[in-house]
C-alpha cells in the first residue's frame, strides 16, 4: 500500500478482555516496529521486527503483550487480560531495511475502561 | 541508559516569529539524532536527521546541528507559519537499527 496501516483506528475495551491491532507496513519493507505513545510516558519503544523474527522484544511491557509477524509483511500486537494502564495509541512503523527511514502508521487508539 | 530531554510545552508564537526548540541527550557510544513532528490528525513523519557530530540536519526550513560537546541537538526556524503547529519530539538511536529513543515532544502553537 501507500503508506503504513493500522486497524483498528480506534479500540474501546473493558478490563481483563484480550485486544489484537493489527499493522500493515509498506509493501517489502522488511524491518517493521512497535510503539506506544501514552500520556505521561511519552513514546516507547516496544519490538522491532526483521522479517518475521524478533531479535528485539526489550520494550514489551509485560508477558500480557506479545507481537508476531507473519509472511515477512502483517504484524499483530496482543495484548491479554487489558489493564486501564494499557491506554495508549500504539503505532507501528517500518522501513525498508534496518537503518533506513521509518515510516509510521497513524496508530490504533486504545481504550481500557 | 540512553535518553532524550526537550523543552516542556506548549510553546506559544506569533507566525514569523524565531522559534528554538531544545533537546539534548544521554547516550553510550555516538548516536544518530532526529527531530519528527506529529501534525493535527496525522502519523508520526521524520523531519531531520543528523548521524555524525557537527553535522546539520535541515528540512521545510527548519534545521538543528549536532553538538556533541553540549550533547544538544536543538530545532530551529527563523519564521514559522501556522501551518508549522504540531508536536515535535527529539529522537535517537544507538543501535543498528531504528530503536528510536524519544523525548516527551513539545507542542508548537503558531497563532496569524
Known amino acids: 500500500g501507500a503508506g503504513v496501516s493500522q486497524s483498528p483506528s480506534n479500540k474501546v475495551t473493558e478490563k481483563g478482555k484480550d485486544v489484537e491491532l493489527r499493522c500493515d507496513p509498506i509493501s517489502g519493507h522488511t524491518a517493521l516496529y512497535w510503539y506506544r505513545q501514552s500520556l505521561g510516558q511519552g513514546l516507547e519503544f516496544l519490538i522491532y521486527f526483521q522479517g518475521n523474527s524478533a531479535p528485539d522484544k526489550s520494550g514489551l511491557p509485560s508477558d500480557r503483550f506479545s507481537a508476531e509477524r507473519t509472511g515477512g509483511s502483517v504484524s499483530t500486537l496482543t495484548i491479554q487480560r487489558t489493564q486501564q494502564e494499557d491506554s495508549a495509541v500504539y503505532l507501528c512503523?517500518?522501513?525498508?531495511?534496518?537503518?533506513?527511514?521509518?515510516?509510521f502508521g497513524s496508530g490504533t487508539q486504545l481504550s481500557v475502561l | 541508559g540512553d535518553s532524550v530531554t526537550q523543552m516542556e510545552g506548549p510553546v506559544t508564537l506569533s507566525e514569523e516569529a524565531f522559534l528554538t526548540i531544545n533537546c539534548t541527550y544521554t547516550a553510550t557510544g555516538y548516536p544518530s539524532l532526529f527531530w519528527y513532528v506529529q501534525y493535527p490528525g496525522e502519523g508520526l513523519q521524520l523531519l531531520l536527521k543528523a548521524t555524525k557530530a557537527d553535522d546539520k540536519g535541515s528540512n521545510k526550513g527548519f534545521e538543528a546541528t549536532y553538538r556533541k560537546e553540549t550533547t544538544s541537538f536543538h530545532l530551529e526556524k527563523g519564521s514559522v507559519q501556522v501551518s508549522d503547529s504540531a508536536v515535535y519530539f527529539c529522537a535517537l538511536t544507538g543501535g543498528g537499527y531504528n530503536k528510536l529513543i524519544f523525548g516527551a515532544g513539545t507542542r508548537l502553537a503558531v497563532h496569524p
Open positions: 512503523a517500518s522501513s525498508s531495511s534496518a537503518n533506513e527511514k521509518l515510516f
